[in-house]
């Protein structure tokens, strides 16, 4: 069955590294989605990403923040300078369309020390 | 999007039918009825939808009532790898796709 692959499963930073969070979604898909869930509370939207632009972002989702598409298969999430709130799992996911459910990824821990 | 409520926490015999609520008096026409659950901090993961009729999948059945304000989502045989947070999300199908997570429903299932 194919899936959304995210790595790493687990990354440590310091403050104010940047780092990259990459997500292969599944190859047909056409929307693609980055969310997060720190410690204990909702999963909560960050942006949307269609046609090779951001479709929807959250208020969460600030100039810190940036993703991309680099080539056919992999999506990224970037965060410029980290902050120690920043830490949390990070859930990429896709789907064929809007009317389509979608599928999500296991996950990236972000700790920021 | 339509807000949802849903009961914080529930429990379930293994083998037995678990039926969780959720309340959208709020919902309007093109708004469908999402149901995702979460194992563990795993990925959330898509249960089934519906906008009017009752639907059934492999997973699970949805029960909407005939006005729309709430729906029921069974689990027909819980088995204990169903112990999860199961979300109730009402979204308007052509506008990106967001999901809006509440806090859901945390179903124990217990031998």
């Known amino acids: 069955e194919p899936e959304v692959t995210q790595t790493p499963s687990h990354q440590v930073t310091q403050m104010g590294q940047e780092v990259i969070l990459r997500c292969v979604p599944i190859?047909?898909?056409?929307?693609f989605y980055w969310y997060r869930q720190i410690l204990g509370q909702k999963v909560e939207f960050l942006v949307s990403f269609y046609n090779n632009e951001i479709s929807e972002k959250s208020e969460i989702f600030d100039d810190q923040f940036s993703v991309e598409r680099p080539d056919g298969s992999n999506f990224t999430l970037k965060i410029r300078s980290t902050k120690l709130e920043d830490s949390a799992m990070y859930f990429c996911?896709?789907?064929?369309?809007?009317?389509?459910?979608?599928?999500f990824g296991q996950g990236t821990r972000l700790t920021v020390v | 999007d339509a807000k949802t409520t849903q009961p914080p926490s529930m429990d379930c015999a293994e083998g037995r039918a678990a039926n969780l609520p959720c309340n959208h008096s709020?919902?309007?026409?093109?708004?469908?009825v999402y149901w995702y659950r979460q194992i563990h901090s795993q990925g959330p993961q898509y249960i089934i939808h519906?906008?009017?009729n009752n639907e059934t999948n492999e997973m699970a059945s949805l029960i909407i009532t005939e006005d729309r304000k709430s729906s029921t989502l069974i689990l027909p045989h819980a088995t204990l790898r169903d112990t999860a947070v199961y979300y109730c999300i009402a979204i308007v199908n052509n506008q990106g796709g967001k999901l809006i997570f509440g806090q859901g429903t945390e179903l124990s299932v217990k031998p």
């Open positions: 709020t919902i309007s026409g093109n708004e469908y």
């Open positions: 190859s047909n898909h056409l929307y």
């Open positions: 996911a896709s789907s064929e369309g809007t009317g389509r459910e979608a599928f």
């Open positions: 519906g906008l009017k």
